[in-house]
């Protein structure tokens, strides 16, 4: 066995003490002793399974002033995070076997954590997606205009939802009606009137849309990043082959508790009242949310501190969910159970890779925590190219040590590799 580690460690839903067996990058034994060639003995501290994010904006190619796929693999390292799926709202944007296929390239050269990467549905690509979906983890529709995307119109909706089934594949939809945000259109000068720009009508309409073009079909639909109560309304009794997102920002953040720079906090779909958020915490709670999901988006501050109007949506979040969920289970705001499912299990099952879980035959991805070291988020401490962070001075349990396919990426806070280790996780893609 190449490397033991001993802890207390999530194992179906409670915590033992155990050792862990890797070999070859997998779980290999979980045993009350074992020995490998190398043995790291974490004593009380927490063993869990690595998180997965599924929707991030690295920003590469093309707007690598932001973040580049270098940057922001370290961020999800140090945030615990192993496994990233990246969206293709890039430049070019990701809508062609040969713009994937060169993500996927620089991906594998620059990322420090494995990945995936999903091609957009527009008007045009609509007829390619068979081929294409031999080259992504999956498939993105925006079926409303947001910071540098395209658009699939609403009335190809079907016939892609359709194209996606046949090749198997996960379609992930942000969900905003392109006809309702035009009928709202206004001047914006703060998060109120971006609220009253694009309302929860909005949101509502396009999941209905979704709802019914989805109806006969078996592959997966997720939606992301839901913000309103109405839209949680239409999701309770959803098909099995739906799945909801929700994100770090939409359930720390509404309009009312946000006194400082509106820029900042300026994203779509917006955050929106203290009655959406709490919908969202109700449904995260209780099982109707499937994932959390960072949407790390970051733009720099200079873009961003400009007036309201012209700023563009969007904050960074990868490095800081998994550890800020960590504290919201340390205060008894969440299980260990539900978070572990949000964050490693049920995005693992969605994107159908052998990570997620503490079990035999899986990726040894790992954190390690001590539950007693609460820290509180400092953007200087952060690793996103964008340095700031919509959660400064909130608390947080940052995992001391991350495991990606049995190597020590980050070792008591540092980093440990000097280059990207990361694979493409997609199946059957190269
Ligand atoms: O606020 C947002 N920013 N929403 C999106 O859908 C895209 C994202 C970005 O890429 O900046
Ligand atoms: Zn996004």
């Known amino acids: 066995m190449d490397l033991t580690i001993e802890g207390n460690a999530y194992l179906n839903g409670t915590f033992e003490k155990r050792c862990i067996g890797i070999e070859q990058g997998k779980i290999s034994a979980i045993k009350k002793i074992l020995k490998g060639d190398e043995h790291l003995n974490f004593?009380?501290?927490?063993?869990?399974?690595?998180?997965?994010?599924?929707?991030?904006?690295?920003?590469?190619?093309?707007?690598?002033?932001?973040?580049?796929?270098?940057?922001?693999?370290?961020?999800?390292?140090?945030?615990?995070i192993t496994c990233v799926f990246d969206m293709p709202n890039t430049k070019p944007q990701t809508t062609t076997v040969q713009t994937i296929s060169e993500k996927i390239r620089t991906a594998k050269k620059k990322s420090f954590v494995d990945f995936g990467a999903y091609v957009a549905i527009d008007d045009e690509n609509i007829k390619y997606i068979n081929g294409m979906s031999k080259h992504c983890s999956g498939f993105k529709i925006f079926l409303g205009s947001t910071t540098d995307s395209l658009q699939l119109s609403e009335q190809k909706l079907k016939e892609a939802i359709y194209a996606v089934n046949q090749a198997n594949k996960?379609?992930?939809?942000?969900?905003?009606?392109?006809?309702?945000?035009?009928?709202?259109?206004?001047v914006?000068?703060?998060?109120?009137?971006?609220?009253?720009?694009?309302?929860?009508?909005?949101?509502?309409?396009?999941?209905?849309?979704?709802?019914?073009?989805?109806?006969?079909?078996?592959s997966k639909i997720h939606i992301c990043h839901l913000s309103s109560c109405e839209g949680f309304e239409l999701l309770r009794k959803k098909p099995k082959s739906v799945s909801v997102g929700v994100t770090p920002h939409h359930l720390f953040f509404d309009v009312g508790s946000?006194?400082?720079?509106?820029?900042?906090?300026?994203?779509?779909?917006?955050?929106?009242?203290?009655?959406?958020?709490?919908t969202l915490w109700y449904g995260v709670k209780n099982g109707f949310i499937d994932v959390l999901e960072s949407d790390h988006a970051p733009h720099t501050l200079e873009e961003k501190e400009v007036d309201f109007d012209n700023a563009p949506s969007g904050l960074p979040g990868v490095e800081t969910m998994y550890p800020l969920f960590l504290a919201e289970v340390k205060k008894n705001h969440l299980s260990f159970a539900r978070l572990i499912s949000l964050l490693?299990?049920?995005?693992?099952?969605?994107?159908?890779?052998?990570?997620?879980?503490?079990e035999v035959g899986r990726d040894a991805d790992?954190?390690?925590?001590?539950?007693?070291?609460?820290?509180?988020?400092?953007?200087?401490?952060?690793?996103?190219?964008?340095?700031?962070?919509?959660?400064?001075?909130?608390?947080?349990?940052?995992?001391?040590?991350?495991?990606?396919?049995?190597?020590?990426?980050?070792?008591?806070?540092?980093?440990?590799?000097?280059?990207?280790l990361g694979n493409n996780v997609a199946s059957g893609v190269q």
């Not at 590469?60 to 580049?68: C, L, M, N, S, T």
């Not at 996960?170 to 206004?186: V, W």
Request: hydrophobic share 30%; with cysteine.
């Open 170 to 186: 996960i379609t992930l939809i942000h969900a905003e009606n392109e006809q309702c945000l035009r009928e709202h259109k206004e």
């Open 366 to 420: 790992f954190i390690v925590i001590d539950y007693k070291e609460t820290t509180t988020v400092k953007s200087e401490n952060l690793h996103s190219k964008c340095g700031w962070t919509p959660f400064e001075g909130m608390s947080t349990i940052f995992p001391g040590d991350v495991f990606l396919r049995g190597e020590r990426i980050i070792e008591e806070h540092q980093l440990t590799s000097s280059s990207g």
């Open 43 to 80: 004593g009380r501290k927490l063993i869990l399974p690595a998180g997965i994010d599924i929707h991030v904006h690295f920003r590469d190619p093309g707007f690598v002033y932001k973040e580049d796929f270098s940057t922001g693999s370290q961020a999800a390292a140090f945030g615990g």
């Open 188 to 218: 914006e000068h703060n998060l109120k009137d971006h609220i009253r720009c694009r309302p929860s009508e909005c949101e509502e309409k396009s999941i209905k849309d979704v709802l019914d073009a989805c109806r006969d079909v078996s």
């Open 344 to 358: 490693c299990e049920r995005p693992a099952e969605l994107m159908n890779i052998p990570k997620g879980k503490i």
């Open 258 to 278: 946000i006194n400082s720079k509106q820029t900042l906090y300026k994203v779509n779909p917006p955050i929106r009242s203290n009655l959406d958020r709490e």
